[in-house]
């Protein structure tokens, strides 16, 4: 195993230093740190953050690996500075037993770019009716500790309460994706001024909100872990403070599009911009920073979505919701210039691991620490071409947008996944 | 390709008509005035002019709308350009061929306008980035009918004189309509005050950010108008709790000969088609002499010559 020698780099925006790494770990930190034979990096200039983790991310294997697979998925990741993806359950089967949370986690280990852990669904075929095996799941090799059937709002308050209730034996913890859905039946876009003048069916926010508000009191009433998908308004927002302060055990992210994006973008009626939760509104983008910056809103995650041409190269009505993110999310936080890097590494990194129960990430390099980590050049700026990213779809909201930092290199237990900003396989 | 497609800022009908915002005032007003002008020619025993000769207008009809289908083909035949007639049926992406790929093959043959009806909402504005001809919006699922808001503004100035400073109310299921968007923004344009009329639970939220006012008292609208849009309601809505009973919704809503005596002695009636007799209006207002009803499907294929024209041959 290589040892790598990273010289000035500044470690979550400190004084520049020199990281030693080997064996899979940081060897040692500092300038006098050093290794015969070691291969030296460049790092002059580079941020060092803890690797990125991934909350919410769809990488579509089994079922439409023309959209994405496990490999594909896992280079996005690591070209943006991701270490750990939480990979969604709404495969094709459905990651709804052992057998295929272990084939996801196994398809990961493979590509070896990017610790993939597969989110269980919550419910058989995340129809909402029964709940899935979801201890079986747990104590599998892919140690499953997150259950969700995003895509789906487990809508049953009664089997919502089970679920939270059951997942406790093995610290499980059910992401919901909030949406009540009969008050989105049809809906396309979020429900506002535009909505009715472009004569889409509105997605109301008060559909995800009234959801967030039930499943904090089932959580508290249970005493169990909840954590809330793609945050989307400004109400949710409040929603999620309130439970907070009652002592409630709720986490919540963000998507860096909600974090950037309005409903203005489907003015053009490009389903590019076509995303569930829907895009909102000025208002919601910035409660949504606020939240995310003062830690109501605990971790930003991508809900990246490949889709392929076919599905987005249509009519608004008939294209599926979802957008890509793994390459994009840090430009776009770094964007919103919301967060310093000690509250992008807290955010993208260091709280999302702990939420998945990730022990050797989300920690800052330092003597003895894994070696997970990414180099990102705040200096620098990209420009987004849809065909350079390493998706395998092409569903970006921001093409042709200039953004800021790069990601340089990324190491995954001290091997790199990236080098001067290109993927090692 | 018209001189005013040449330059955009201008003004004018340029491009594309996928929504009445396309048309400032000076644009909607000239369509109307050719319109009218087509209008006298269709008078003569020979109805037919050369101006679209060798031009291809195809109708891209994606739901069941004979009405307009035949209102466009007839105003597309009387400018003698070729028509060709594309209907597909079922609306789902998962039968038959995607809009896309007609489109290309739309553009293959050379079609130099499409008029397109469409389920869903944006669908036009998605076929005109595949298409090199003119995307005339014939009805996209609940966003909006240009063509139906020009033949009824061309309807209105014809019985009353003038579009400017009229009051117009617009009864009924305006979240679903795309003939109350369109009217909305075209009577906007041209300088009368239109009213939105319905029952809260259809009238779309956002409504108040709209140049237009709104009321759930169509009895209180009445006296003052000079112009009432009774909109089409399906009984499907109902179902959705939209509202309780379609009696209930006529009791309410429904034009009626009682609701026919509140009106100014000079006030129109009107109605896009096709009718629910007994609902939104009763049959004896449908075939009173106040109904412009009848002449609106008329006045559809003046206005939508004079839309292909301007679109497609040139300035008056």
Redesign the interface.
Known sequence: MTTYLIKGASIVGAEPTDLLIRDGVVAAVGRDAAAPGAEVIDADGLIALPGLVDLHTHLREPGREDAETVMSGSRAAALGGYTAVCAMANTDPVADTAGVVEQVWRLGQAAGLVDVRPVGAVTVGLAGERLAELGAMATSAAAVRIFSDDGHCVSDPRLMRRALEYVKAFDGVIAQHAEEPRLTVGA?LH????????????W?AVAEEAIIARDALLAGHVGSRLHICHVSTAGSVEIIRGAKRAGIRITAEVTPHHLLLTDARAE???PVFKVNPPLRTDTDVAALRAGLAEGVIDAVATDHAPHAV?DK??????ARPGMLGLETALSIVMSTKSLSWDGIAERMSRVPARIAGLDGHGRDPAPGVPANLTLVDPAATWVVEPAELASLSRNTPYAGMELPGRVMATFLAGRPTVLDGKATK | MTNLEQSPDRGGITGHLLSAADLDAAAATQVLDTAAELAALSDRSVKKLPTLRGRTVVNLFYEDSTRTRISFEAAAKRLSADVINFSVKGSSVSKGESLKDTALTLQAMGADAVVIRHAASGAPHRLARWVDGSVVNAGDGTHEHPTQALLDAYTMRSRLGRLSGLTVAIVGDVLHSRVARSNALLLNTLGADVTLVGPPTLLPVGVDSWPVKTSYDLDAVLPTVDVVMALRVQRERMEDSFFPSAREYARRYGLDAARLRKLPEHAIVMHPGPMNRGMEIAPDVADSPRSTIVEQVANGVSVRMAVLYLLLGGQV
């Open positions: 396309q429900e506002g001024e535009l909505s009715g003048r472009l004569g889409l069916a509105g109301p053009s009626y490009d076919e190269e249509c009519e608004w009505q008939y």
